[in-house]
């Protein structure tokens, strides 16, 4: 009795439960149109505040046009654009600026850009800046990093929107070799206290110098260096490496890939923090050691670059003095250049 009485019950809960589904889907699908009616009436401005808290927010991607890269076509036959180690060479004609610069807009990248305006080297800083904001990575956010002993002779110059300038004292030394090295020291500090939370690369220039042409995203990656001007085309026995055995800047003469310039090296905030905390500790070591590496700290950042391949290099595009080197047809572009200048009467 008792099994027959529970399975006529476990029957009827059997023949009730579509009629139970069919009634809550009715009362829900009212329930929702009366909903959806609500916020339709509202406008569309609460509707649309679900739908931004539901998807996440992404940059708007423009439709772009340009013309097709040629597998089999070099962009230049003239000069060499790879590195045995995959990394790009950038010279004028093997990049496409308006793809690169849509890239890095998506990813809503800031630049630093680091320079050293110690002592009479001050004078050199409104030049510097005023034509940075012309040639500049131009269109992205950039924060200069000016490093001085003078604050109150910092210029006031217009910058662009989403730019900005930001002065940070530092000591002066009484030979210029020591403000040259100690810059890899400042750096190296203040990526660590500063730049890591506010950039995203880093970009170290010399502050003798002016930009004459565009200067971009193009240069950025994880970690790059500049070809010297004057080494670009020399075989690696005649690079001013530091030859001494006694330096944590040596070179064997049988080792090396290019002469890098000092002035025009850069990379994410982490890796130039690595470089320059690297270059500054083997400088130390040098001091201790009773020797001082014969280009100070760009023979530290040869040796640095030869251990640690830059992931892009740049052309002599970016670092040119054309007052003594004039203007070879293999430059299309010169857009960093060295401002003429009686070295011995500034550095003094």
């Known amino acids: 009795m008792n099994l027959r009485g529970g399975s006529k019950c476990y029957s009827l809960h059997i023949g009730i439960l579509p009629f139970i589904v069919l009634v809550l889907v009715f009362f829900g699908y009212g329930f929702l149109s009366h909903r959806i009616q609500v916020l339709g009436n509202s406008g569309g401005e609460t509707c649309m505040a679900i739908r931004q808290l539901d998807v996440p927010e992404v940059a708007t991607v423009s439709r772009m046009a340009y013309p097709q890269s040629k597998v089999l076509t070099s ?13 790009p060479i950038i010279w004028e004609g093997t990049f496409n600026i308006d793809i690169l610069n849509e890239q890095f807009r998506i990813q809503n990248t800031t630049i630093g850009l680091t320079v050293f305006a110690i002592k009479k080297y001050v004078v050199f800083l409104k030049l510097f800046l005023e034509t940075a904001e012309q040639h500049f990575m131009v269109g992205h956010k950039v924060i200069y990093y000016v490093f001085t002993d003078r604050p109150a002779d910092v210029p006031q110059v217009p910058l662009a929107a989403g730019r900005r300038l930001v002065v940070l004292t530092v ?34 220039a010399d502050v003798d110098m ?12 994880a970690l790059f260096g500049t070809l010297h001007p004057g080494f670009y085309g020399s075989s690696r026995e005649a690079f001013t490496y530091e030859r001494r055995p006694k330096s944590q800047a040596y070179i064997p003469r049988d080792e090396g890939d290019f002469y890098y310039a000092g002035g025009f090296f850069g990379g994410s905030v982490v890796e130039v923090h690595h470089l320059t905390k690297a ?5 130390v070591e040098d001091q201790a050691n009773g020797i001082e590496a014969v ?5 530290h950042l040869n040796k640095y670059l030869l251990y640690h391949k830059p992931t892009k290099v740049l052309s002599p595009e970016y670092v040119w003095d054309q007052k003594l080197l004039g ?11 060295a401002v003429p200048k009686n070295h011995q009467k500034i550095r003094n």
């Open 279 to 283: 270059c500054h500790e083997a400088m």
């Open 75 to 87: 962009t230049r036959k003239d000069v060499l654009v790879l590195t045995p180690w995959l990394a």
């Open 171 to 204: 000591r002066n030394y009484t030979r210029w070799q020591d403000v040259s090295m100690h810059r890899m020291e400042m750096i190296s500090l203040f990526s660590e206290r500063r730049f890591l939370h506010e950039v995203d690369y880093l970009v170290c």
């Open 210 to 221: 002016k930009f004459s042409d565009h200067v971009g995203v193009e240069i950025l990656s």
């Open 327 to 337: 203007w070879p047809s293999i430059m299309k572009k010169l857009r960093y250049v």
């Open 295 to 299: 280009w100070h700290d760009e023979s």
